[in-house]
């Protein structure tokens, strides 16, 4: 069984950075394909980033965070990372980390079988 648990998350300034990490635990994170999203209160689950498996590594990003996210994979470690700079306090929410077992990788919440619990991310002054 795939175990995916976020970390990274807290509270940061506007115009600030963190960086999350998805620790995958039960097999190697290459052979999945593995997406970034986020839950504002009172708002629908929304796709924020995505990387292909295998030695292709695609990533994917929606436009309102192009240029300013940046998602990574180290096989090594079993981990996916998404890098934020530039934070905006629409960024704020839940973000999970999912896993399919396909090798495209896709920006929407469908389909991923495996997910994190979430961690909380706040932009505020």
């Known amino acids: 069984q795939l175990q995916l648990v976020e970390s990274g998350g807290g509270l940061v300034q506007p115009g600030g950075s963190l960086r999350l990490s998805c620790k995958v635990s039960?097999?190697?994170?290459?052979?999945?394909?593995i997406g970034w999203f986020r839950q504002a209160p009172g708002k629908e689950r929304e796709g924020v980033s995505c990387?292909?498996?295998?030695?292709?590594?695609?990533?994917d990003y929606i436009e309102s965070v192009q240029g300013r996210f940046t998602i990574s994979r180290d096989n090594a470690k079993n981990t996916v990372y998404l890098q934020m700079n530039s934070l905006k306090p629409e960024d704020t929410g839940v973000y999970y980390c999912a896993a399919d077992y396909t090798p495209s990788c896709r920006v929407v919440a469908v389909g991923y079988d495996y997910w994190g619990q979430g961690i909380q991310v706040t932009v505020s002054s």
């Open positions: 990387i292909s498996s295998g030695g292709d590594g695609r990533t």
């Open positions: 039960g097999s190697a994170v290459l052979y999945y394909a």
